[in-house]
């Protein structure tokens, strides 16, 4: 005979870029106030539970330069970062502690300021990494040919907290033929660390 113990985990519901006219147009967002005992397990398994683009979990921060540490989930993975859940916990941990000057995410420090309930953030300075990958392999990834490439730099990663991928094309027309990558071709990417947050 199994059992199971149930513990209590104060959590807010806040939406961020709400405008003011309507406060049901913004992107929601699921702020655990104290993540403290969660398992990584369970922390992603509430984020499916609520299904919203992030769910946040607030902790003690390990650094004086923080007011808080936060771990975010989107219903399948764990991000080191974004931009949304970051200004959403800000302002859960505003209402918790009166304050918040930075919160501590898996990509560093991000400062955050405040006027009311409007916050904003300072990324991490952005890194770029062009790929070595010749068009010929790339370009069909995207139903692109090679020649759809500027010549110069024709795609890079972009980093400031999450990798990205830019790709620099030479018309609108090219852009409008462009198809997200099939999730074999992402694995296979990604076995290459391309997206590799190093």
């Not at 769910?55 to 764990?78: N, V, W």
């Not at 070595?132 to 069909?140: G, K, L, M, R, V």
């Not at 790709?167 to 609108?172: A, D, E, K, R």
Request: negative net charge.
């Amino acid at each position: 005979m199994s059992t199971t113990t149930s513990k209590r985990v104060p959590y807010r519901l806040v939406n961020v870029f709400c405008p003011t006219s309507s406060r049901l147009q913004g992107n929601a967002l699921c702020v655990f106030e104290d993540g403290t005992g969660l398992t990584s397990d369970e922390m992603q398994g509430l984020a499916l539970q609520f299904n919203l683009s992030e769910t946040t979990f607030l902790f003690p921060p390990s650094t004086k330069h923080a007011s808080k540490r936060a771990r975010i989930f989107t219903p399948g993975t764990e991000l080191p970062f974004a931009g949304h859940p970051t200004l959403g916990s800000s302002f859960v941990t505003s209402k918790l502690d009166g304050t918040c000057t930075a919160l501590e995410t898996g990509a560093g420090i991000i400062p955050v300021s405040n006027s009311g309930d409007v916050w904003s953030l300072k990324a991490n300075k952005a890194t770029f990494s062009p790929l070595s990958i010749p068009a010929t392999t790339f370009a069909p990834l995207f139903s692109l040919t090679p020649e759809d490439f500027t010549s110069q730099i024709p795609y890079t990663t972009v980093n400031a907290g999450i990798p990205q991928l830019m790709l620099q094309l030479t018309s609108t027309e090219a852009l409008f033929r462009v198809t997200p990558p099939t999730t074999s071709a992402m694995d296979s990417l990604n076995s290459d660390g391309i997206f590799s947050s190093s």
